[in-house]
């Protein structure tokens, strides 16, 4: 659990900021999927500030540290004199601090894959690295129509729970969080060939008891675990939890998926990644080894 810095002091006020054009000498991201934009359009020399939680690509984590998602630390940021602060939607708080030291931030939108698109249009813009975005969101969209060209016709599409974080420190299934019917998740999922089992819930997260697990009966269970490593157990002891729920389709015909890649839960560039890792794991019957038809 994230906790807020409540103990860091931030330096007096400075003027405002006036309107200007932004410059992409200095970058600081606060958050891995910008990170992982800027470096994808050749921008890594002039990014000079991350997140503790942007590890991708290595040389990210050899940049200096701006605190996390909700404890940033503002001093460091200050510190490091940037140009430019680029920021997720959600972070509207933070934009308004910054705004009090006389930094220009950029604000964009990853809650959704057009969203991702457009943020990397965005960046390339502002950093006047126009043709590299292009290129990329063309390569994507590309790459997200040769995956879907293969699973919009499969004839079963079924019901799947997508587990984005669980306690796995027991023995049974607790502290359930699932994808709802919204956001980039549920997009991965349909594009992938399936039907989101939270199809009513448009909370973004939703938490589920074991009992609402066992009403859903999902056919598939797919659990997202990119940190797997520093949990100390193996991917059958993580998985055993769910023999405690027999009754469950998803148990019955052995349909419960760990996917412990490092960019499944990062809604950056790599999102199609994540989008061919799930429709290879929902439809083996298909033939991932050739592109198109």
């Not at 409540?6 to 970058?27: F, G, I, N, V």
Request: include cysteine.
């Amino acid at each position: 659990m994230l906790i807020f810095c409540s103990a860091c002091h931030s330096p007096a006020p400075q003027p405002k900021a006036t309107a200007a054009a932004p410059s992409c000498e200095r970058l600081v991201s606060f958050s891995p999927s910008i990170t992982e934009i800027v470096y994808a359009l050749g921008l890594g020399n002039h990014l000079v500030g991350v997140t503790r939680f942007c590890k991708y690509p290595p040389d990210a984590q050899r940049k200096a540290s701006v605190g996390g998602y909700l404890d940033p630390n503002i001093e460091a940021v200050v510190r490091l004199q940037p140009t430019l602060v680029i920021l997720r939607k959600e972070q509207s708080d933070l934009k308004g601090r910054l705004s009090n030291f006389q930094r220009l931030t950029l604000t964009v939108e990853h809650r959704s894959v057009g969203g991702i698109l457009q943020s990397i249009r965005q960046i390339g813009q502002v950093c006047h690295q126009e043709p590299q975005a292009d290129r990329m969101v063309a390569t994507l969209q590309s790459e997200i129509t040769d995956i879907t060209h293969k699973t919009e016709r499969v004839k079963t599409r079924p019901r799947t729970l997508l587990v984005v974080d669980r306690d796995i420190r027991y023995n049974t299934v607790k502290n359930v969080f699932a994808a709802a019917h919204d956001g980039v998740f549920d997009w991965l999922i349909t594009h992938a060939g399936a039907k989101n089992a939270l199809q009513n819930q448009t909370s973004g997260f939703s938490e589920l008891s074991a009992e609402g697990i066992l009403r859903l009966n999902p056919d598939i269970i797919i659990e997202l675990m990119p940190n797997m490593a520093n949990s100390k157990l193996s991917q059958a002891e993580i998985q055993r939890a769910w023999q405690t729920m027999p009754a469950l389709n998803a148990v019955k015909s052995h349909r419960i998926y760990l996917l412990t890649d490092d960019y499944v839960s990062i809604p950056g560039p790599r999102f199609v990644k994540t989008l061919r890792r799930f429709a290879e794991t929902l439809h083996p019957e298909l033939d991932w080894n050739t592109h198109g038809e």
